[in-house]
């Protein structure tokens, strides 16, 4: 059973660096082809994708967030992280990380982290 632990501070002041990891559990962020993903839900809206990491550890990012997002991961925890820089109130959201055999089809992600309510709020 594969399992992914969203972690981070649910409140963060504008202007700083949101930081969220992802520890996974029951496979590896190595396994051929699958992305390991970042996506979040601000209030009242859609799904937004924001980037991910492939199990060669290339990153791929949304072209609105790339200027100051980025994602890394560590091989020998199993996480791989979100960092971004510079957040406003618009980056209220929930954030997720999930795991797919596509970067962008939701549809194709079939595991999914809990989600965690970040707050962007002085």
């Known amino acids: 059973q594969v399992q992914l632990q969203v972690s981070g501070p649910g409140l963060v002041k504008p202007s700083q660096t949101l930081s969220l990891t992802c520890t996974v559990s029951?496979?590896?962020?190595?396994?051929?082809?699958?992305?390991w993903t970042w996506i979040r839900q601000p209030p009242g809206k859609g799904l937004e994708w924001m980037g991910a990491?492939?199990?060669?550890?290339?990153?791929y990012y949304s072209p609105s967030l790339e200027s100051r997002t980025s994602i890394s991961r560590d091989t020998s925890k199993n996480q791989f992280t979100l960092q971004m820089s510079s957040v406003t109130p618009e980056d209220t959201a929930v954030y997720y990380c999930?795991?797919?055999?596509?970067?962008?089809?939701?549809?194709?992600?079939?595991?999914w982290g809990q989600g965690t309510q970040v707050t962007v709020s002085s």
């Open positions: 990491i492939g199990y060669s550890g290339s990153t």
């Open positions: 999930a795991r797919g055999s596509s970067m962008y089809d939701s549809r194709r992600y079939d595991y």
């Open positions: 029951g496979d590896s962020i190595t396994t051929n082809y699958y992305y």
